[in-house]
């Protein structure tokens, strides 16, 4: 209850500044999914990974770190899984 909690409120938090800030938010994202790979919930997880991705992707360049941390992130989850052909 509380981790849902936290997600609304980061969208809601985030949405009342300005709109929506694409790096920030996806760094929220991906602390999300770091939470929930933590709690063992790698669906939502994975779902939270790749939120963050698709917005770093847009608004960093290719060699950025943030954007090699996401996918490390997903490949790890994943690869605990033996589901690495996802990537």
């Given at each position: 209850?509380?981790?849902?909690?936290?997600?609304?409120?980061?969208?809601?938090?985030?949405?009342?500044?300005?709109?929506?800030?694409?790096?920030?938010?996806?760094?929220?994202?991906?602390?999300?999914?770091?939470?929930?790979?933590g709690?063992?919930?790698?669906?939502?997880?994975l779902?939270?990974?790749?939120?963050?991705?698709?917005?770093?992707?847009?608004?960093?360049?290719?060699?950025?770190?943030?954007?090699?941390?996401?996918?490390?992130?997903?490949?790890?989850?994943?690869?605990q899984?033996?589901?690495?052909?996802?990537?």
């Amino acid at each position: 209850l509380a981790l849902m909690n936290m997600e609304i409120a980061i969208a809601v938090g985030l949405l009342r500044q300005h709109g929506p800030n694409k790096k920030q938010l996806a760094q929220y994202y991906h602390i999300v999914g770091e939470i929930h790979a933590g709690l063992k919930d790698k669906n939502q997880a994975l779902t939270y990974y790749d939120l963050s991705f698709e917005l770093v992707k847009d608004v960093y360049p290719r060699n950025h770190p943030f954007i090699a941390k996401c996918k490390l992130s997903k490949s790890r989850l994943l690869c605990q899984e033996n589901r690495l052909d996802e990537t």
